[in-house]
């Protein structure tokens, strides 16, 4: 079983910058494999920025040059780095990690006003 607490959410104007953190616990030995996800009201649930098993990293088109994701092995923990924020990315925003099975983590909200 593998744990992911999310933080870092929050309130901020257009232009703005956020960090969200999450810490994995359980059975994770590399932050592989972890990723960002967001979901809109309305919408679908939609990649936003993952570390693949191999260590490449994929972006949203939506957040490319925008959003960095990074991480801290020995804290098995990914950021999310969130600058030029825009009113269209609020949202709540999951943490993920895949590893035969699927793990998320309870969502924390980013809500960018204009």
């Known amino acids: 079983q593998v744990q992911l607490v999310e933080s870092g959410g929050g309130l901020v104007q257009a232009g703005g910058s956020l960090r969200l953190s999450c810490a994995a616990s359980?059975?994770?030995?590399?932050?592989?494999?972890m990723g960002w996800y967001r979901q809109a009201p309305g919408k679908q649930r939609e990649l936003v920025a993952r570390?693949?098993?191999?260590?490449?990293?994929l972006y949203a088109s939506s957040v490319k040059g925008r959003f960095t994701i990074s991480g801290d092995n020995a804290k098995n923990t990914v950021y999310l780095q969130m600058n030029s924020l825009k009113p269209e990315d609020t949202a709540v925003y999951y943490c993920?990690?895949?590893?035969?099975?699927?793990?998320w983590g309870q969502g924390t909200q980013v809500t960018v006003s204009s």
């Open positions: 359980g059975s994770i030995f590399s932050i592989n494999g």
């Open positions: 570390i693949t098993s191999d260590g490449s990293i």
């Open positions: 993920n990690y895949q590893n035969l099975a699927d793990y």
